[in-house]
């Protein structure tokens, strides 16, 4: 194994301070070779019983992305009407996802069904079917992020429905929407934070018994 210097270390923790979930993009595309290499991290990922349940699929016709697109606007307008007075402002002046201009979009599944791995640790906890995509997931984010791209997760979408419009097989979850390209401006503050609708916590909690 390769020795990790502290400067690999202290560069690691800046990637992650600076990592950021991306909705404003530039119009350039993403070159492809770039973008596979991105792609490739998910196959580094830990995942439960060696299950390997991710399952990306790209969304690049007209059609399809409307179709998403039409998706969000709805369960945006629905979460909105979930607020009132201030919040309810604030909440309509947030961009919360960037399917209107980001160049590559993803739409990343767990396969449920997998027969993968024959199970095991999924007996019990299912669950970590979804939570292995999720890790896949971050290894993405981290390893586009350390390539100038940005990445932004949309989860404001009706699922059974993204799913029907996409005709994924049956036991495919929806886990992420993935928005990539190059991101307008680099910032180590959430745009939520910026915009004052969440500070962050600032500390973990940590729990001992
Ligand atoms: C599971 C998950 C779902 C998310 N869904 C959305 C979303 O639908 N729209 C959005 O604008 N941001 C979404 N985000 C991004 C979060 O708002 C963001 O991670 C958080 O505000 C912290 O900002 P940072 O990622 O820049 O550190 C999501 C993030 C996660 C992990």
Request: glycine share 8%.
């Amino acid at each position: 194994m390769p020795r990790f210097t502290s400067e690999f270390q202290a560069n690691l923790t800046e990637l992650m301070r600076w990592r950021r979930d991306v909705r404003r993009f530039r119009t350039e595309p993403v070159d492809e070779a770039l973008l596979q290499h991105c792609l490739d991290s998910f196959l580094l990922a830990p995942s439960v019983g060696l299950s390997e349940p991710w399952r990306i699929v790209r969304v690049e016709s007209h059609s399809a992305r409307t179709a998403a697109y039409a998706n969000f606007a709805d369960a945006n307008a629905a979460a909105l009407a979930g607020y009132a007075g201030d919040k309810a402002r604030l909440y309509s002046r947030l961009k919360l996802s960037g399917m209107h201009d980001a160049p590559v979009q993803l739409a990343v599944f767990c396969d449920e069904g997998t027969q993968q791995g024959a199970g095991l640790g999924a007996r019990t906890m299912p669950e970590t079917r979804r939570y292995s995509v999720v890790a896949g997931i971050m290894q993405f984010w981290l390893s586009a992020r350390a390539r100038g791209l940005g990445v932004g997760w949309v989860s404001i979408l009706d699922p059974d429905r993204l799913a029907r419009d996409l005709d994924v097989p049956g036991d495919w979850s929806l886990v992420a929407w993935l928005c990539v390209g190059w991101p307008e401006r680099d910032s180590d503050t959430p745009e939520l934070e910026r915009a004052g609708w969440q500070d962050r916590r600032g500390h973990l909690p940590l729990g001992l018994r």
